[in-house]
């Protein structure tokens, strides 16, 4: 299983990349869509909504079950990824390529609550 040590986790199963700019970029881990199974639909929320930290953002729906995808933090939605909506199945090949949604986050020191790349793996093992 793939956990790049670069990114952030949620124990939700959401990993976060911080741009330069200072928005973050959302996606499912890769043991997340290992669960999950083959994608078959993808739901995103519309550009300018605003989201509490772990609220409900998205949907991603697979042959076995559907899963909700929270918000890392607050902060408000700057933009969707239409690959993912359009081909759900792109998260499966490569789920840190196949980003959902990017965020504007409302206060930077949220990201300092996200988990790291050895945290992240615990969870996963205690799984």
Do not use: C
């Given at each position: 299983?793939?956990?790049?040590?670069?990114?952030?986790?949620?124990?939700?199963?959401?990993?976060?990349?911080?741009?330069?700019?200072g928005t973050i970029t959302v996606g499912i881990t890769d043991h997340a869509q290992e669960l999950l199974g083959d994608l078959v639909f993808v739901e995103l929320p519309d550009v300018g909504i605003e989201f509490s930290a772990e609220q409900e953002?998205?949907?991603?729906?697979?042959?076995?079950?559907?899963?909700?995808?929270?918000?890392?933090?607050?902060?408000?939605?700057?933009?969707?990824?239409?690959?993912?909506?359009?081909?759900?199945?792109?998260?499966?090949?490569?789920?840190?390529?196949?980003?959902?949604?990017?965020?504007?986050?409302?206060?930077?020191?949220?990201?300092?609550?996200?988990?790291?790349?050895?945290?992240?793996?615990?969870?996963?093992?205690?799984?």
């Amino acid at each position: 299983m793939n956990i790049p040590s670069d990114l952030k986790y949620t124990r939700n199963h959401e990993w976060v990349r911080t741009e330069a700019d200072g928005t973050i970029t959302v996606g499912i881990t890769d043991h997340a869509q290992e669960l999950l199974g083959d994608l078959v639909f993808v739901e995103l929320p519309d550009v300018g909504i605003e989201f509490s930290a772990e609220q409900e953002v998205a949907v991603v729906e697979s042959v076995k079950a559907a899963s909700d995808v929270y918000a890392p933090v607050t902060g408000s939605i700057v933009e969707i990824n239409p690959t993912a909506v359009e081909s759900p199945e792109v998260v499966n090949q490569d789920a840190y390529a196949a980003w959902l949604f990017k965020m504007k986050p409302a206060a930077a020191a949220d990201l300092d609550a996200l988990l790291d790349a050895s945290a992240y793996q615990q969870i996963v093992d205690a799984a």
